[in-house]
């Protein structure tokens, strides 16, 4: 005997386009930098706490700042013993642990201090006026 006539089934769709993202599973930390005696300038940034240097938030704040000298960073407290000195170290490994987008944020608080860059360049003063 022959087939059925009847309704074909409709085929499933399929998927155009690239596929979706991978979901982002790394660790975020805000960071909350606070200007010791100079309230004014406190912000707050986000970053990733197992791929962000130290580096990276002292570059950040230079160019916040301009040009410095004697930047000293110290975690909670500004204390000696709180201070974070390599510049290689990642926040993670400062024992800065952060959470996935989804949960409640980390909040850690980092003071800093620093020197103006003196500007006792040469070259500065050889640029006046014709």
């Not at 004014?40 to 986000?46: L, M, P, R």
């Not at 938030?57 to 410095?68: F, Q, V, W, Y």
Request: hydrophobic residues 30%.
């Amino acid at each position: 005997m022959g087939k059925k006539k009847g309704k074909a089934e409709p085929e499933p769709e399929v998927p155009t386009g690239p596929p979706p993202p991978p979901p982002d599973l790394r660790n975020y930390v805000t960071l909350q930098l606070k200007l010791m005696n100079w309230k004014f300038t406190d912000c707050s940034i986000v970053v990733p706490s197992e791929e962000t240097h130290l580096f990276t938030i002292k570059k950040r704040l230079e160019a916040m700042h301009g040009r410095m000298k004697g930047l000293v960073i110290c975690k909670d407290s500004y204390a000696e013993r709180n201070e974070l000195k390599d510049d290689m170290k990642t926040l993670h490994e400062y024992g800065i642990f952060g959470a996935q987008k989804d949960a409640p944020p980390v909040l850690v608080t980092l003071f800093y201090e620093f020197k103006p860059l003196d500007h006792e360049n040469p070259l500065l003063y050889t640029m006046g006026s014709d």
